[in-house]
């Protein structure tokens, strides 16, 4: 298990194309370069404006690193003000732990679940029953966020798996997700 950011970005109108290009072409071998495991990238069905990805990290300190060399690097440093600019929002981050996600090839949409369970034990019990290891079950990560210069969502308890699943009695957003293929 890793250190997973599950990250959702709000886009000006019609900019979602431009940031995965970018994205795709500069900041995964950038981050990579800088010890990030960039995991899937998605287009969210249900949101034009919405881009979705994830990224992972071996602990808490070695996100830290990976962070700060990625964003003081040379690659962050020449494309940002591109990225920033097809960027209404993107503070809403989940802090996981979790085995990380990236879609089969050839998958034309995946299925993402956040919910917000009662209690741990009882959210077990459901998990037992209804997800395998394929769902890749992940849990918030309750470390302090020691790199600020990203928020990160704090303050609530939350689980995320990837596919269909009997729905959970607990609140819970669905997303249905194309993931971007490079």
């Known amino acids: 298990m890793s250190i997973v950011e599950f990250r959702q970005y709000t886009l000006r109108p019609g900019a979602r194309?431009?940031?995965?290009?970018?994205?795709?072409?500069?900041?995964?071998?950038?981050?990579?370069?800088?010890?990030i495991t960039v995991g899937?990238?998605?287009?969210?069905?249900?949101?034009?404006?919405?881009?979705?990805?994830?990224?992972?990290?071996p602990d808490m300190r070695r996100r830290r690193l990976a962070l700060e060399a990625f964003y003081t690097g040379p690659v962050w440093r020449r494309h940002r003000d591109a990225a920033n600019a097809t960027m209404l929002d993107s503070?809403?981050?989940?802090?996981?732990?979790?085995?990380?996600?990236?879609?089969?090839?050839?998958?034309r949409e995946v299925s993402a679940t956040v919910c917000h369970p009662?209690?741990?034990?009882?959210?077990?019990?459901?998990?037992?029953?209804?997800?395998?290891?394929t769902h890749a079950l992940h849990s918030t990560e309750h470390a302090e966020n020691d790199y600020p210069l990203l928020p990160v969502r704090t303050?609530?308890?939350?689980?995320?798996?990837?596919?269909?699943?009997?729905p959970p009695p607990w609140p819970t957003r669905r997303l249905r997700l194309e993931p971007v293929t490079g």
């Open 118 to 133: 009662s209690d741990t034990r009882s959210f077990d019990t459901y998990a037992a029953q209804h997800l395998t290891p």
């Open 155 to 166: 303050g609530e308890d939350a689980r995320l798996w990837f596919g269909q699943a009997e």
């Open 17 to 35: 194309e431009t940031l995965i290009e970018l994205f795709e072409r500069e900041f995964i071998t950038g981050q990579q370069a800088a010890g």
């Open 40 to 57: 899937g990238r998605f287009r969210d069905l249900d949101d034009p404006a919405r881009f979705v990805w994830l990224r992972g990290f």
């Open 91 to 107: 503070d809403d981050v989940l802090l996981l732990r979790g085995p990380g996600f990236t879609a089969d090839p050839g998958l």
